[in-house]
């Protein structure tokens, strides 16, 4: 079974600052992990993916993920934030060995303030 | 191409009624996803559907609640003898076998008085 921690439920910071929202995971088999994005009064979408390969994942409007297998960890990461970055991230896994079940995160509301 | 819809985007009911949700997938994509989101909650697993395999209910919460897919497309959540901790918003997903990318619905905001 897998399971996912992020360690901090709100991140306030300003704009143009760097953030890292973090992300821990327990899986006693290899995983695949995820980030998700929800806007506000929008639906999840993805933000970028680890299926295999290069531990530093790139992804849409500027986010980075970088997997760190013996930490367990999957890391956020965004050098400067801008106001639209204001949203709730998700961060996600799932075994690799077989079968879609995803378990996400409690979610981090990243907060960008002027 | 449409994205995942999913009806109706509300629904409030009364304790003890049945409601339906349901979710249409994007065309092709053959496996489909159910999660509830409860407010300050994060995504929680409910059932998934993998074209003709048996799908996953490892995370429906009781057995007041099930779920069917007709013809690998698309797929009805039933909730029976609904109450007021099913409160949630129910999110459906799916994906291209082989791709992990989900694509979700906007969801269907469920409220039980």
């Known amino acids: 079974a897998q399971s996912v921690t992020q360690l901090d439920s709100q991140v306030p910071v300003f704009e143009e600052a760097p953030v890292e929202l973090r992300c821990n995971y327990s899986?006693?088999?290899?995983?695949?992990l995820f980030w998700y994005v929800q806007y506000p009064n929008q639906g999840l979408q993805l933000l970028l993916k680890?299926?295999?390969?290069?531990?530093l994942v790139k992804g849409i409007n500027g986010f980075e993920a970088e997997f760190n297998k013996s930490q367990t960890s999957f890391h956020l990461r965004k050098p400067s934030v801008h106001i639209s970055d204001t949203a709730e991230y998700f961060c996600?896994?799932?075994?690799?060995?077989?079968?879609?079940?995803?378990?996400f995160g409690a979610g981090t509301r990243l907060f960008v303030k002027a | 191409g449409a994205g995942v819809s999913q009806s109706p985007s509300n629904k409030v009911t009364e304790k003890g009624k049945d409601v339906e949700l349901r979710c249409d997938p994007i065309?092709?994509?053959?496996?489909l996803y159910w999660y509830r989101q409860s407010l300050g909650q994060g995504l929680e697993f409910l059932i998934y559907?993998?074209?003709?395999?048996?799908?996953?209910k490892s995370g429906l919460p009781s057995d007041r609640f099930s779920a069917e897919r007709t013809g690998g497309s698309v797929s009805t959540l039933t909730i029976q003898r609904t109450q007021q901790e099913d409160s949630a918003v129910y999110l459906c997903?799916?994906?291209?076998?082989?791709?992990?990318?989900?694509?979700f619905g906007p969801g269907t905001r469920l409220l039980v008085l």
């Open positions: 997903a799916s994906s291209r076998q082989g791709l992990e990318t989900q694509y």
């Open positions: 899986s006693s088999v290899s995983v695949y």
């Open positions: 680890y299926l295999s390969g290069s531990t």
């Open positions: 996600a896994v799932r075994s690799n060995t077989g079968g879609f079940k995803t378990i």
């Open positions: 065309s092709g994509h053959t496996a």
């Open positions: 559907f993998q074209g003709n395999s048996a799908p996953d």
